[in-house]
Protein backbone atom coordinates (compact mmCIF):
# COMPACT_ATOMS: atom_id res chain seq x y z
CA UNK A 1 0.00 0.00 0.00
CA UNK A 2 1.34 3.56 -0.75
CA UNK A 3 -1.11 5.47 1.06
CA UNK A 4 -3.11 6.48 -2.05
CA UNK A 5 -6.16 4.10 -2.48
CA UNK A 6 -8.00 3.43 -6.14
CA UNK A 7 -11.63 1.60 -6.02
CA UNK A 8 -12.54 -0.20 -8.27
CA UNK A 9 -9.01 -1.73 -9.30
CA UNK A 10 -11.20 -3.34 -12.01
CA UNK A 11 -13.82 -2.13 -13.93
CA UNK A 12 -15.94 -3.24 -17.08
CA UNK A 13 -18.39 -0.95 -18.77
CA UNK A 14 -20.64 -0.55 -21.42
CA UNK A 15 -20.30 2.48 -24.18
CA UNK A 16 -23.93 3.59 -22.45
CA UNK A 17 -22.51 3.31 -18.87
CA UNK A 18 -21.93 5.26 -16.01
CA UNK A 19 -19.44 4.68 -13.55
CA UNK A 20 -16.98 6.61 -11.17
CA UNK A 21 -13.29 5.86 -10.00
CA UNK A 22 -12.48 7.00 -6.52
CA UNK A 23 -9.07 7.53 -5.17
CA UNK A 24 -8.29 8.44 -1.03
CA UNK A 25 -5.29 9.36 0.31
CA UNK A 26 -4.68 10.26 4.07
CA UNK A 27 -1.42 11.47 4.06
CA UNK A 28 -2.08 15.06 4.21
CA UNK A 29 -1.36 15.92 0.85
CA UNK A 30 -3.09 18.74 -0.53
CA UNK A 31 -2.65 18.48 -4.45
CA UNK A 32 -4.22 15.50 -6.46
CA UNK A 33 -3.98 14.07 -9.59
CA UNK A 34 -5.82 12.10 -12.38
CA UNK A 35 -3.38 10.46 -15.06
CA UNK A 36 -3.96 7.63 -18.18
CA UNK A 37 -1.67 4.50 -18.37
CA UNK A 38 -1.93 3.03 -22.28
CA UNK A 39 0.49 0.65 -23.01
CA UNK A 40 3.84 1.75 -24.42
CA UNK A 41 2.75 5.19 -24.06
CA UNK A 42 3.74 8.02 -22.03
CA UNK A 43 1.33 8.52 -18.80
CA UNK A 44 -1.27 11.47 -19.88
CA UNK A 45 -1.97 13.74 -17.39
CA UNK A 46 -5.86 14.41 -17.24
CA UNK A 47 -6.56 16.41 -14.19
CA UNK A 48 -4.50 18.41 -11.53
CA UNK A 49 -6.33 19.27 -8.29
CA UNK A 50 -5.01 21.79 -5.67
CA UNK A 51 -6.72 22.34 -2.58
CA UNK A 52 -9.40 20.99 -4.13
CA UNK A 53 -9.61 23.83 -7.03
CA UNK A 54 -9.30 22.05 -10.52
CA UNK A 55 -6.05 23.75 -11.83
CA UNK A 56 -5.13 21.69 -14.61
CA UNK A 57 -7.27 20.06 -17.52
CA UNK A 58 -5.24 18.50 -20.29
CA UNK A 59 -7.38 18.45 -23.65
CA UNK A 60 -9.42 15.83 -21.81
CA UNK A 61 -12.71 14.77 -23.33
CA UNK A 62 -16.02 15.75 -21.31
CA UNK A 63 -17.11 12.12 -20.81
CA UNK A 64 -14.60 12.46 -17.94
CA UNK A 65 -15.74 14.41 -15.28
CA UNK A 66 -13.00 14.77 -12.50
CA UNK A 67 -13.99 15.74 -8.90
CA UNK A 68 -12.34 16.54 -5.80
CA UNK A 69 -14.77 17.17 -2.64
CA UNK A 70 -11.99 18.15 -0.40
CA UNK A 71 -8.05 17.70 -0.49
CA UNK A 72 -8.22 13.56 0.56
CA UNK A 73 -10.72 12.38 -2.34
CA UNK A 74 -10.68 12.90 -5.71
CA UNK A 75 -13.35 10.92 -7.90
CA UNK A 76 -13.33 10.44 -11.75
CA UNK A 77 -16.73 10.30 -13.41
CA UNK A 78 -17.44 8.31 -16.37
CA UNK A 79 -19.60 8.14 -18.94
CA UNK A 80 -20.35 7.24 -22.52
CA UNK A 81 -16.94 5.92 -22.63
CA UNK A 82 -15.45 4.87 -25.77
CA UNK A 83 -13.55 1.89 -26.43
CA UNK A 84 -10.35 3.31 -27.14
CA UNK A 85 -10.73 4.73 -23.01
CA UNK A 86 -9.75 1.39 -22.03
CA UNK A 87 -6.57 1.57 -20.14
CA UNK A 88 -5.04 2.08 -16.56
CA UNK A 89 -6.28 4.90 -14.43
CA UNK A 90 -3.78 6.16 -12.14
CA UNK A 91 -4.46 8.67 -9.29
CA UNK A 92 -1.31 10.79 -7.68
CA UNK A 93 -0.94 12.82 -5.00
CA UNK A 94 1.69 15.09 -3.42
CA UNK A 95 2.27 18.24 -1.07
CA UNK A 96 1.73 21.74 -3.06
CA UNK A 97 4.12 24.12 -3.12
CA UNK A 98 6.82 24.03 -0.34
CA UNK A 99 10.44 22.10 0.17
CA UNK A 100 11.08 18.95 -0.01
CA UNK A 101 8.12 16.11 -0.60
CA UNK A 102 7.03 18.62 -3.30
CA UNK A 103 8.51 17.19 -5.81
CA UNK A 104 7.24 13.80 -5.02
CA UNK A 105 4.22 11.96 -6.35
CA UNK A 106 2.65 9.39 -4.73
CA UNK A 107 0.47 7.10 -6.84
CA UNK A 108 -2.20 4.96 -6.08
CA UNK A 109 -2.17 1.23 -7.70
CA UNK A 110 -4.79 2.16 -10.64
CA UNK A 111 -7.86 1.27 -11.56
CA UNK A 112 -8.37 -0.70 -15.04
CA UNK A 113 -10.89 0.08 -17.46
CA UNK A 114 -12.64 -1.76 -20.26
CA UNK A 115 -14.97 -0.31 -22.16
CA UNK A 116 -16.58 -2.52 -24.37
CA UNK B 1 4.81 20.95 -26.33
CA UNK B 2 6.47 19.08 -24.18
CA UNK B 3 8.01 15.59 -24.52
CA UNK B 4 10.70 12.70 -22.83
CA UNK B 5 12.62 10.60 -24.80
CA UNK B 6 13.86 7.61 -23.47
CA UNK B 7 15.01 3.81 -24.56
CA UNK B 8 11.79 1.36 -24.90
CA UNK B 9 13.94 -1.35 -23.51
CA UNK B 10 17.26 -2.80 -21.86
CA UNK B 11 18.43 -5.53 -21.33
CA UNK B 12 21.53 -6.88 -18.35
CA UNK B 13 22.48 -9.57 -16.19
CA UNK B 14 22.25 -9.44 -12.65
CA UNK B 15 24.90 -7.98 -11.08
CA UNK B 16 25.26 -5.07 -14.05
CA UNK B 17 25.20 -1.42 -14.34
CA UNK B 18 22.04 0.16 -16.34
CA UNK B 19 22.14 3.19 -17.48
CA UNK B 20 18.89 5.05 -18.61
CA UNK B 21 19.06 8.02 -20.75
CA UNK B 22 16.63 11.07 -20.71
CA UNK B 23 16.10 13.84 -23.08
CA UNK B 24 13.58 16.62 -22.58
CA UNK B 25 11.82 19.51 -24.77
CA UNK B 26 10.32 21.82 -22.58
CA UNK B 27 10.08 25.78 -21.21
CA UNK B 28 9.48 26.05 -17.81
CA UNK B 29 11.52 22.90 -16.64
CA UNK B 30 11.98 22.90 -13.29
CA UNK B 31 13.36 19.12 -12.37
CA UNK B 32 13.50 15.85 -13.76
CA UNK B 33 12.28 12.65 -11.21
CA UNK B 34 12.68 8.88 -11.89
CA UNK B 35 10.35 6.34 -10.93
CA UNK B 36 9.75 2.65 -11.01
CA UNK B 37 6.82 0.54 -11.68
CA UNK B 38 6.35 -3.62 -11.61
CA UNK B 39 3.64 -5.17 -13.30
CA UNK B 40 0.26 -4.10 -12.08
CA UNK B 41 1.93 -2.29 -9.58
CA UNK B 42 1.80 1.25 -8.79
CA UNK B 43 5.07 3.77 -9.98
CA UNK B 44 6.98 4.68 -7.00
CA UNK B 45 9.50 7.35 -6.52
CA UNK B 46 13.15 6.76 -7.04
CA UNK B 47 14.98 10.26 -7.22
CA UNK B 48 14.74 13.76 -8.18
CA UNK B 49 17.19 16.06 -9.40
CA UNK B 50 16.57 19.67 -9.02
CA UNK B 51 20.05 21.04 -9.56
CA UNK B 52 22.92 19.52 -11.93
CA UNK B 53 25.01 16.68 -10.94
CA UNK B 54 24.65 13.29 -9.13
CA UNK B 55 21.88 12.37 -6.71
CA UNK B 56 22.83 8.98 -5.19
CA UNK B 57 20.58 6.87 -3.44
CA UNK B 58 21.88 3.52 -2.44
CA UNK B 59 22.39 1.73 -5.40
CA UNK B 60 20.18 3.81 -7.91
CA UNK B 61 21.97 7.15 -8.88
CA UNK B 62 20.24 9.82 -11.15
CA UNK B 63 21.72 13.13 -12.55
CA UNK B 64 21.32 16.11 -14.38
CA UNK B 65 22.54 18.38 -16.64
CA UNK B 66 19.99 21.36 -18.11
CA UNK B 67 22.49 22.92 -20.34
CA UNK B 68 22.06 19.49 -22.33
CA UNK B 69 18.21 18.88 -21.65
CA UNK B 70 19.10 15.97 -20.18
CA UNK B 71 19.39 13.23 -17.42
CA UNK B 72 20.56 9.54 -16.69
CA UNK B 73 18.94 7.21 -14.10
CA UNK B 74 22.03 4.65 -13.07
CA UNK B 75 21.29 0.86 -11.60
CA UNK B 76 24.48 -0.60 -10.29
CA UNK B 77 24.52 -4.21 -8.49
CA UNK B 78 21.23 -5.47 -10.78
CA UNK B 79 19.38 -7.36 -8.76
CA UNK B 80 15.50 -9.53 -10.52
CA UNK B 81 13.59 -7.45 -8.58
CA UNK B 82 15.15 -4.45 -10.73
CA UNK B 83 12.88 -5.79 -13.58
CA UNK B 84 10.51 -3.57 -14.14
CA UNK B 85 9.57 -0.30 -15.99
CA UNK B 86 11.33 3.37 -15.05
CA UNK B 87 9.94 6.54 -16.61
CA UNK B 88 11.61 10.16 -15.98
CA UNK B 89 9.26 13.16 -15.05
CA UNK B 90 10.17 16.87 -15.94
CA UNK B 91 8.42 19.06 -13.71
CA UNK B 92 7.54 22.70 -14.64
CA UNK B 93 7.61 25.20 -11.76
CA UNK B 94 3.70 24.71 -11.52
CA UNK B 95 3.59 21.50 -10.13
CA UNK B 96 2.69 19.85 -13.21
CA UNK B 97 4.28 16.47 -13.80
CA UNK B 98 4.98 14.78 -17.37
CA UNK B 99 6.24 11.64 -17.90
CA UNK B 100 7.85 9.67 -20.74
CA UNK B 101 7.21 6.31 -21.85
CA UNK B 102 8.91 4.84 -19.86
CA UNK B 103 12.14 2.17 -20.37
CA UNK B 104 11.65 -1.73 -19.94
CA UNK B 105 14.46 -3.15 -17.86
CA UNK B 106 14.71 -6.63 -18.00
CA UNK B 107 17.19 -8.66 -15.83
CA UNK B 108 18.23 -11.71 -16.59
CA UNK B 109 20.79 -14.29 -14.37
Known amino acids: ETGVTQTPRHLVMGMTNKKSLKCEQHLGHNAMYWYKQSAKKPLELMFVYNFKEQTENNSVPSRFSPECPNSSHLFLHLHTLQPEDSALYLCASKLAGGPSGANVLTFGAGSRLTVL | GQSLEQPSEVTAVEGAIVQINCTYQ??????LSWYQQHDGGAPTFLSY????GLEETGRFSSFLSRSDSYGYLLLQELQMKDSASYFCAETDSWGKFQFGAGTQVVVTP
Open chain 2, 49 to 52: NGLD
Open chain 2, 26 to 31: TSGFYG
